[in-house]
């Protein structure tokens, strides 16, 4: 693998990877990073007080730099990475998902050959037991801030310039997950514009690991009102220079919660986020399907809500509706 070749003329590309607990895949990780075909890369890991034998394998592993703190979570140590890199571009990669072959050297020509406030972002796979499925990513041009906050585009599918990661102040701590959601809505409130390329970067991979963020519960009230808290302080944080109609779209994502803690008996506390959504915007009803929207005039939130409960355990399905 050609590195970090400073005199090779291409921009130095920083790959930074928190690792918890993950000897089982942190090789195939750093694999996929060693056989890309661009030739100015380093490698930067930072070990979130791993347990399991994540170090021993690391330190076997030549031409990386290795960073370890206290078990802080993948924020905490996402920023120490990004303090420690000297790349003009940043790839966030998780210790336990892996890039796509010759990815790093397709997103940086794309780069640049675009404008200074242009972020370029792909698609991803999902790896699940020896199956790929494609995510497509891609985000509307024209409304681009209201949308992320409706999506998602996950941690390493962009290829982000060092410098905006440090105007936003990277990534907020206070997140424990949906951290990439957070820093990806800030950036595009500062009015830096997402450009989508149509390829796979990574492979976001499934498993039952109970290190994986993504093994939680989703319908206990704890949880509903920390996705809540989590809107809450994106919100807080906007600037000015948002696109689309934000206010619509918050308003659906604390509807969302409403909805959520409705259905698990939470009655006082979805008063509070059916009042907040509502409160946002006189368009609150913006991003609803025509179906729901329907119901609810005819119907009112309990009853279009009590409906379509019904309406999706017939159907095996959930949320057809909005």
């Not at 100015?40 to 930067?44: D, K, L």
């Given at each position: 693998m050609k590195r970090n070749k400073q005199n090779s003329g291409l921009p130095l590309v920083s790959v930074i990877i928190p690792c918890y607990n993950s000897e089982s895949y942190i090789s195939e990780c750093i694999d996929s990073i060693l056989n890309q075909d661009y030739q100015?890369?380093?490698?930067?890991v930072v070990d979130d007080g791993s347990t399991d034998n994540s170090i021993n394998i690391l330190k076997k592993i030549k031409d990386i730099d290795i960073y370890s703190q206290e078990n802080s979570g993948a924020c905490v140590a996402r920023n120490k990475g990004l303090k420690n890199s000297r790349g003009k571009y940043i790839k966030f990669l998780d210790?336990?998902?892996f890039l796509e072959p010759g990815v790093i050297k397709k997103q940086v020509d794309l780069a640049e050959s675009l404008k200074n406030n242009v972020i370029v972002y792909g698609d991803y796979y999902i790896s699940k037991e020896n199956c790929k499925f494609y995510g497509d990513t891609f985000l509307s041009?024209?409304?681009?801030?209201?949308?992320i906050i409706l999506s998602d585009i996950l941690t390493s599918t962009p290829l982000h310039q060092k410098w905006m990661l440090e105007k936003v102040e990277?990534?907020?701590e206070r997140f424990k997950n949906g951290q990439e959601w957070n820093?990806?809505?800030r950036l595009s409130s500062e009015g830096f514009i997402f450009h989508h390329q149509k390829i796979?970067?990574?492979n976001y991979r499934i498993h039952n690991s109970i290190d994986r963020i993504s093994i939680v519960k989703y319908n206990d009230k704890k949880t509903i009102l920390h996705e809540a808290l989590k809107i809450e302080m994106t919100e807080e944080r906007l600037s000015d220079n948002s696109t689309g109609d934000v206010g619509a779209a918050l308003s659906f994502k604390y509807w969302i919660i409403a909805k959520k803690?409705?259905?698990n008996g939470y009655s006082k506390e979805y008063k509070i986020y059916l009042k907040k959504s509502k409160a946002l915007t006189k368009d609150f009803k913006k991003y609803w399907s025509l179906k729901y929207s329907i119901l609810y005039r005819v119907l009112g939130f309990r009853l279009s809500d009590r409906l379509i409960r019904v309406y999706d355990l017939s159907r095996k399905s959930e949320n057809k509706f909005i």
């Open positions: 100015n890369i380093e490698i930067i210790s336990d998902d041009y024209s409304e681009q801030t209201a949308s990277g990534f907020d820093l990806h809505v796979p970067i990574f803690l409705y259905r």
